[in-house]
């Protein structure tokens, strides 16, 4: 059966937030103590042993959807408060996270009193929280450009699976080790199409559309062997060469860019 692709609208300002908010949790640096107590709360190793097997909704979107509720609903929705001088501010707030999430906004989040935005936000709970989703694919869509992140976070997810026992973990290969994956033509697709049927290592074409007369390979960016998992935001398009060479080692990933010099005393050649 062919699998079916939902489209979404890639937005930017609550996605813009979200994505930096995972940064932080992926780099450790909370904001305060509140967000790190958050942060404690995401079950990593849950989603790192989820990673054994390859599906759609990624680790990525798991924790993108634990950290939205907590930032954008939680916060500033569920524990909202009407004293006068806050009303305003929250149903602006309100109106605003329909549009990021591609919804109008309810009727009711316009009025200043606070009777009727309490009701509204009791009534609207279940689309407010089903609305995260548009924002959630939003900010994935950026982070899985981003392979230097997504080799970090995988990273992360990595530290969660080494300490782990079979015993205690059948679903493990080995002591710290996830077992391989097959991979789906859906997954195998969409990675060819992010690294533009190009070796991540050496940027050698590895499509026959591009006239490579080699297969493609798809790289754990952190490999199998260190805890690394089958998540799809860990993998990428290598040739056979370097994904043999590259075997269980750690390579960094760099997100690089290239532009004409852009400083306005200098000329760019």
Not at 117 to 136: I, P, S
Not at 210 to 219: A, L, R
Request: negative net charge.
């Amino acid at each position: 059966m062919k699998r079916k692709f939902e489209q979404n609208q890639i937005r930017t300002a609550a996605a813009h937030e979200l994505l930096t908010c995972f940064e932080r949790f992926v780099y450790d640096r909370p904001y305060d103590s509140n967000e790190a107590l958050h942060f404690e709360d995401v079950p990593l190793t849950d989603y790192a042993l989820q990673a054994a097997t390859i599906e759609p909704r990624t680790a990525l979107h798991k924790v993108l959807e634990d950290l939205a509720y907590v930032y954008f609903y939680l916060y500033a929705y569920d524990d909202a408060e009407f004293a006068p001088d806050l009303v305003g501010e929250f149903a602006a707030y309100v109106r605003w996270m329909f549009g990021e999430m591609g919804l109008v906004a309810p009727a009711e989040f316009a009025s200043s009193d606070p009777q009727v935005l309490r009701l509204a936000r009791d009534n609207y709970r279940d689309a407010f929280t089903h609305g995260l989703h548009h924002v959630v694919v939003s900010a994935y869509a950026v982070a899985w450009q981003r392979r230097t992140l997504m080799f970090d976070f995988n990273k992360k997810l990595a530290e969660r699976i080494r300490p782990l026992k079979k015993s205690e973990h059948p679903i493990l290969e080995a002591d710290g080790r996830l077992p391989r994956a097959h991979f789906p033509s859906w997954l195998v697709n969409r990675i060819q199409n992010r690294d533009m049927g190009l070796c991540q290592h050496c940027g050698r074409p590895v499509l026959a559309v591009f006239g490579s007369e080699e297969p493609s390979h798809i790289d754990h960016m952190v490999a199998l062997a260190v805890g690394g998992g089958n998540d799809p935001t860990n993998l990428q398009l290598s040739c056979s060469d370097c994904n043999l060479k590259k075997g269980a080692k750690a390579i960094e990933i760099k997100d690089v860019f290239s532009w004409p010099n852009a400083r306005g005393n200098e000329s760019g050649v």
